[in-house]
């Protein structure tokens, strides 16, 4: 922490610390200090990993005086959870390097709609992170670590306008990926229809991936997704595999069942072989308009995790939360996803309140600071440190596990930043029981706690301008 200089915030990122509210038995949007979308999800060593579209870039390129245009975002932003209520924010991963971007991906102007697959290769667990370059091709990444640093392999698209069956497609974007039981892996994308071809525009492909990961097998071949719009995904349920997407806002015809086939929702098909063809079998997430009030496109991600089926999706809620001046910004959901006994699914249960907890939080071991459910008047600064805006500021970790007893607290702050103490509560930021206080007066600060058992939420409550690292409760 020496080497860390005092947070400089963005104006958005003290207005979202403002005025972002994320009540306690909401577990929706994962994280409301900031906006992100296009959610793609890697399980991997019992952690949730969230790579999402960095709609946060744009609001801060216009101050939220813009809708959302995506023509700033060059970056994607990252969470991660082992409970699935409590997230870290690790930042930002920088991808394209073209348009002021930063990455490493130096011929990409954005970097939209992620997709994430994890392979061995050589012996040695290897992370693929594939983009969309606007609409108009698809780029991959590769690091050692889910969290990076991620590099270019190839210095060019992967998928471009030149590979045959692409060029016709309206859209070049919205990748997803799968690495099958055999290690083989498949790449999904595309997108948009032509105003007369709205029923079945034949814009959706999918093709083997090589051995490599970095490059491709054989000839792209069409998905009949009928009506899409954007947005493939990809998943496995035993021997059959699950295409997904968005469904078009065209008008319906008149032949057209509309309740068979609505506007803006995650439509499926099926099939025995990872390439199709696939047979179109329902929809199975309404719009986000329909559960929530506001609405947009709609782009989601199907996992996994410790034996239960999950869904990502993202909503404009928390713009409205936010009272933005304009619109387009997205934040990520999470519901449990349902499964009939036949495969098939049925319309899911999507709600702000969200998924139960998985297991509980242990406050064992060092804990990034940009760890927790829900806070007021906290921004998270560039370097992943928490930093109080106001007076009372707190973050709140919820359904802390407290097995092991608490007898002290280590605290790492930043040198620099405003000195102050940092209370610790349990259930309540207001009036909850104070189990200790440890006083800023150096980076490293240590405080000894009241006795504790059983589990809790738990509560840092902060004063303006402190700023902190890590914690680690003994």
Known sequence: MADLEP????????????????????????????????????????????????????????????????????????????????????????????????????????????????????????????????????????????????????????????????????????????????????????????????????????????????????????????????DSGIHKMGKTYYYSYCSNFADRAPSCDKDKMPTGVICYMTSENPLGPFEYKGYTLENPGTYFGPGGNNHHWIFNFKNKWYIAYHTQTLEKTVNLEKGGYRAVFLTEFAVNADGSFPIQNATREGIEQVGTFSPYGKIPAATFHSSRNVAVSANQTIVAVKDGAYVCIKGVNFAGGASSIELNCVPGAKKGCVKVCIDSAENGTVLGEASLEKAYAEGKLNAVSGIHDLYFVLGEGTELADWKIK
């Open 7 to 230: 947070a400089k915030l963005t104006k958005m990122q003290t207005f979202m610390a403002e005025n972002s509210v994320k009540p306690q038995n909401e577990n929706n949007p994962i994280m409301a200090h900031k906006f992100g979308a296009d959610p793609a999800v890697l399980v991997y060593n019992d952690t949730v990993y969230i790579y999402a579209t960095n709609d946060m870039q744009q609001v801060e390129s216009n101050e939220g005086k813009e809708d959302n245009r995506y023509n700033k975002i060059t970056s994607l932003t990252l969470f991660s959870s082992k409970d699935l209520v409590n997230w870290t924010d690790l930042g930002v991963i920088h991808v394209a390097g073209s348009n002021g971007g930063k990455g490493d991906a130096k011929w990409a102007n954005n970097s939209w709609a992620p997709a994430i697959a994890c392979k061995k290769i050589n012996g040695k667990d290897k992370f693929f992170l594939y983009f969309a370059d606007s609409g108009n091709g698809i780029g991959v990444v590769t690091a050692d670590s889910p969290e990076g640093p991620f590099v270019d392999p190839i210095k060019k698209a992967l998928i471009s306008r030149d590979v045959p069956t692409c060029r016709e497609i309206n859209w070049l974007f919205d990748p997803a990926v799968i690495v099958d039981d055999d290690g083989k892996g498949y790449l999904y994308f595309g997108g948009g229809h032509d105003p007369e071809k709205y029923e079945h525009p034949k814009t959706a492909r999918c093709v083997a991936l090589g051995d490599d990961m970095i490059s491709i097998v054989g000839t792209p071949q069409v998905i009949d997704a009928p009506f899409l719009f954007e």
